[in-house]
């Protein structure tokens, strides 16, 4: 194998590819990155079985060929050389050389064909989707999965294709969230994808209006941005009939500037957080929002305008929940929907139901 | 106690005083801040015995008077609260309530009778300095101080005035960094700062060219930087006397380019980590400085034009000690000096002595 490649290019690649290999693996193979170099295109993966990403950069190929080398070493010494065009070839058995300028690495490498091979995909295109918007619903999500992992399918974010609509939903027990966007596809399609993977697609999509192509098997989905593949394992199970908790009534309804609510909400939970319990309560009014909560250390009252329709209400809240979904919605204001002090609370957008957040109130015996 | 100042004000006044509270301490009044509202200025002051930091701001003061409270909880209410002023006035014997728009917090004070009284220092002011260039002294020192504590003085920064100069000096037997500035006094001085202290000095020191005049006790050092004052312990014991360790004579002087050799070292010591010895091996030659290192994942070599005056040479170090120097410089050459490959390297600047490095080598069977 010989190639020659540019710095900035082979890094870029070397750090998409990187994001699949968690380095705690008990296969030494998956701490490797895999090159092959062919066709004028020099192709890196990395993989932890559940998680393969594959991205190919334009080089000038010599000598065909395929290794796999340490993915840590091998991206930082990559990192670290100069910006220029930086030479790669094999020598002896199990070496390669990386020439850049005046310096000279020799880096022992590992047998391309222990490296596992890619799940078999047949691309049949399920649909496409802004690589911007997906990673909105995503990051919009991600936040509400199950931490602990005794009920796993909750560790993952459902992928539900339905109505022509995309929905992802995370939900932990507390709280849940949901969001949706419009896509040409009339499948019906359920599928729950880890969130530590979703983690890695998030960061890898663009913030621009690029498309990726999303398609499903039994037991895989790719993302398929070009140069560019995701292959992700499902997790196996039933994900919760999460349309049977969301509540289809309310008796009261608040419209509330988002901005303020976060920091009103923020500044209270100082408090909250020193007694260790996170808990603030709402008292909600005819034309205001009144927050407050206590600890050992001393008492805070917030108080904001807000617009209430319906019946006045009092409910606790661990604040947290609340921040989570007010850190994550972009909208100026926003809608507040409770039936009861001891009913989940729904965030959601005055206009259009692009997203809908659940979080369940905080039973108290004497509110 | 009852005073009115504006949020922003305030708050950067907080974050100085804060400095010195630990919230590691066993006297809960040391968790505290101190709040001092009298004639048109708050005081605040920090402290945790060792350190202490007495910031002043300037208020509306309705009711003179005093009170402690929880530094950190404090802290991050101030942050929090919208940009406007904040009223805060003592309710009942123990509470004092903040106040800001429509959030209102009451808060438990402690007694400020407890709080410790700062060392009585006679501002017989012995010199001034810039504080721009004293941030960088204690920066480009600091590094070397001992992170163990067998020798407890050396876990300090020695403040040496002779000569109309001011030295800073650190040594943790393995390395020693001197910075060195004009000053306007004829004192002579020697006094040991903690390092734990001087981080903290060096963050509230400013990046401009105002001064911060400076006494010294017996036992205290105290900088003055006119709303701030920070009254630092001294560590007791003497300094290593450490003209003695630093060569007069050399066989071999090096020119480099800073940034190059820097560079060359950091890339070689990817592979010295990987063996985590960071031993790194410098062969000097007429118009060369080729740098090895080898581990069990490879090898790699740096080569780089350097000009040589005096004897070639082979030399090993541990690379941290040399990336710590390096980066801490800003020229663009500087000049290494050597002995033998058993002895100190020296670097210093081409044409001044404002600083002065020592890095002793790694002594190899076979070099």
């Known amino acids: 194998m010989k190639f020659i490649c540019a710095k900035n290019k ?15 693996s008990p296969m030494p193979i998956l701490q490797g990155i895999y090159l092959s170099a062919k066709n004028d295109q020099l192709t890196l993966i990395g993989s932890d079985i559940d998680l393969s990403i594959e991205t190919k950069v334009v080089a000038e190929i010599q000598e065909e060929g395929s290794i796999v080398v340490d993915s840590k070493l091998f991206g930082e010494i990559i990192r670290k050389l100069p910006n220029s065009s930086v030479e790669i070839h094999t020598v002896d058995n199990n070496s390669i050389e990386i020439i850049c300028e005046k310096s000279k690495f020799t880096l022992i490498h590992m047998d391309a064909d222990e490296f596992p091979n890619l799940p078999n995909i047949n691309e049949n295109m399920i649909f496409s989707i802004s690589q911007k918007i997906l990673k909105n619903m995503i990051k919009g999500t991600i936040f509400a999965i199950a931490q602990d992992e ?11 294709v339905t109505d022509e609509k995309l929905n992802l939903v995370a939900l932990d027990g507390y709280r849940l969230a949901l969001r949706s966007n419009n896509i040409d596809n009339d499948n019906t399609i359920n599928a729950v994808i880890p969130g530590k993977t979703l983690n890695e697609v998030a960061k890898i999509l663009s913030e621009d ?10 037991n895989h989905i790719l993302f398929n941005l070009g140069q560019t593949k995701i292959i992700s394992r499902l997790l196996e199970g039933e994900f919760i009939r999460y349309n049977a908790i969301l509540p289809e009534e309310f008796n009261s309804q608040v419209i509330a500037k988002k901005a303020e609510l976060l920091n009103c909400i923020e500044r209270a939970s100082l408090m909250a957080k020193e007694g260790n319990t996170n808990l603030i309560k709402f008292d909600i009014k005819e034309e205001n929002l009144i927050i407050t909560s206590n600890s050992q250390l001393g008492t805070v009252v917030e108080e904001m305008n807000i617009i209430l329709q319906g019946e006045e209400l009092q409910i606790a809240f661990n604040s947290k929940y609340l921040i989570d979904v007010l850190k994550i919605i972009d909208d100026e204001e926003i809608i507040l929907e409770f ?13 259009n139901s692009k997203y809908i957040y659940l979080v369940l109130p905080v039973r108290l015996l004497n509110v």
């Open 10 to 24: 082979l890094q870029e690649a070397i750090s998409i590819a990187q994001k699949a290999v968690t380095g705690k």
């Open 150 to 160: 005794t009920r796993p399918i909750l560790t993952g974010v459902l992928f539900e």
């Open 209 to 218: 209006e690029e498309s990726v192509k999303i398609t499903f098997t039994p």
């Open 339 to 351: 039936s009861s002090s001891v009913s989940p609370c729904i965030i959601k957008n005055k206009e």
